[in-house]
């Protein structure tokens, strides 16, 4: 198939010839273009083209010799010192041609989280403070899931630190997970009376009741709570405040003072590693006493089935579990008949995400947090750099018979004429 730019110039060629001959001045009707100057011998022509133009007509400049280069609308642009180009890209959109969407064009960071593209396809969102996750969409309540029930909201940044969650109860409601229900309701006005004077300033915490004992006081507990002032969970450790493991550094997480026999209560520790980061736990021992057992789990809130290690029976071989990611959970539940105690161990393990993984034809692995992403090959795209793009010399027929298209490989654009030895660029015509 002939060429558009061939027809075209042989149909202003026949235009101007016959021009010429009704003329008899091959110039006379100004032929060449954009400022070229026209040259005859009175028979035939030829254009001496300004800076930066081809053609047998200097109808071409380097932003249309190939055809428009620029591609997803962008905007070709070239420089009349050096005749080079240069495409502007819409938004969305780079590359030296405007090949490429720019993935942060979405905005895909959450809660303020900053977009930085690592290459063709992927991006890394840096987070604002007490926010993780690819996309800045995990909090630490969010990575406990909602363990403040029906009765309360989870929040976090507790005492001004950001992996601190616990729950803010409704209006009637204590406890660490807002499983307990009080009392609400006033007494009549004509019965109310003035508390004793060892009880004015409200010494019981988490709605504990104070009663004069001589000159001091005792404080009636709502459970789980416990404490001269009901200041103590009586789980033990404290499972409000959530556990930072340790790259490389074993720690403990045990209890002996767990619930005797408190029908439904349940205690629930959370571990959590560094982001890109995994959690192995040993756990040691287990004890369970009661007529009517307890359980112990070591879980893991984002694997397709969450519970690393289950037991209703004392245990005291030693098993070693990890976690998928960064958070780990471990819950010690009792009944009415039931109490116990653990212990484990537990520390922070970093994986390199790209160990195996493999990115295709030249790629490089970066990690992102625990997520592998290749950074690929001009010429290549994909997550694993396994899609070849168009050859930028596909369908340019400009070179002729003299000639090949070529083009950067280290760019994979900017097509070029390379010419048999004896023609010149640009069209070695």
Request: net charge negative.
């Given at each position: 198939m002939v060429s558009f730019h061939v027809v075209a110039l042989l149909s202003a060629y026949l235009l101007i010839s016959c021009s010429l001959l009704a003329s008899g001045d091959p110039c006379s009707n100004m032929p060449c273009q954009n400022g070229a100057t026209c040259r005859t011998d009175n028979v035939t022509f030829s254009c001496k083209c300004a800076t930066c133009f081809f053609g047998s007509f200097c109808e071409y400049n380097p932003c249309t010799e190939f055809g428009e280069p620029c591609e997803n609308e962008g905007t070709c642009q070239y420089d009349s010192q050096t005749c080079t180009t240069t495409c502007h890209c819409k938004n969305g959109t780079f590359g030296i041609l405007c090949e490429e969407h720019d993935p942060c064009a979405s905005q895909p960071c959450?809660?303020?989280?900053?977009?930085?593209?690592?290459?063709d396809n992927s991006f890394h969102c840096q987070c604002p403070q007490c926010y993780n996750g690819q996309f800045c969409d995990r909090d630490p309540c969010a990575d406990v899931g909602d363990f403040c029930g029906d009765h309360g909201h989870c929040i976090f940044n507790v005492s001004g630190v950001c992996q601190n969650s616990a729950c803010e109860c409704d209006h009637g409601w204590a406890g660490n997970n807002c499983q307990n229900q009080i009392s609400t309701t006033a007494p009549p006005a004509t019965t109310r009376t003035t508390p004793p004077i060892q009880c004015l300033s409200d010494p019981c915490q988490h709605g504990g009741t104070c009663t004069a004992a001589g000159s001091s006081y005792t404080c009636q507990c709502l459970t789980p709570y416990i404490g001269k002032n009901c200041e103590s969970a009586i789980c033990d450790p404290d499972p409000t405040k959530i556990l930072n493991a340790v790259d490389g550094t074993w720690q403990t997480l045990s209890t002996t003072r767990y619930p005797l026999y408190?029908?439904?209560?349940?205690?629930?520790?959370?571990?959590?590693?560094?982001?890109?980061?995994?959690?192995?736990?040993?756990?040691?021992?287990?004890?369970?006493v009661g007529s009517h057992n307890g359980n112990f789990?070591?879980?893991?809130?984002?694997?397709?089935?969450?519970?690393?290690?289950?037991?209703?029976?004392?245990?005291?071989?030693?098993?070693?579990?990890?976690?998928?990611?960064?958070?780990?959970?471990?819950?010690?539940?009792?009944?009415?008949?039931?109490?116990?105690n653990f212990f484990l161990q537990y520390q922070s393990v970093y994986t390199d995400p790209c160990d195996n993984y493999i990115c295709n034809?030249?790629?490089?692995?970066?990690?992102?947090?625990?997520?592998?992403?290749?950074q690929c090959h001009p010429c290549y795209s994909g997550f694993t750099c396994d899609i070849q793009k168009p050859n930028p010399c596909a369908g340019v027929t400009a070179c002729g018979a003299h000639g090949h298209c070529e083009y950067n490989n280290a760019t994979c654009s900017n097509p070029f004429c390379n010419c048999d030895a004896g023609y010149s660029q640009p069209f070695c015509t």
């Open positions: 959450r809660n303020g989280g900053t977009c930085n593209r690592l290459n408190i029908s439904g209560l349940n205690c629930h520790w959370r571990i959590r590693a560094p982001i890109g980061h995994t959690i192995e736990i040993v756990v040691s021992s287990v004890t369970l789990e070591v879980g893991d809130p984002f694997a397709d089935n969450p519970s690393l290690f289950s037991t209703h029976e004392t245990s005291r071989t030693a098993i070693n579990v990890t976690t998928s990611e960064n958070l780990a959970t471990v819950l010690f539940e009792t009944h009415e008949g039931s109490s116990g034809n030249g790629g490089t692995c970066h990690g992102n947090g625990n997520i592998p992403e290749c």
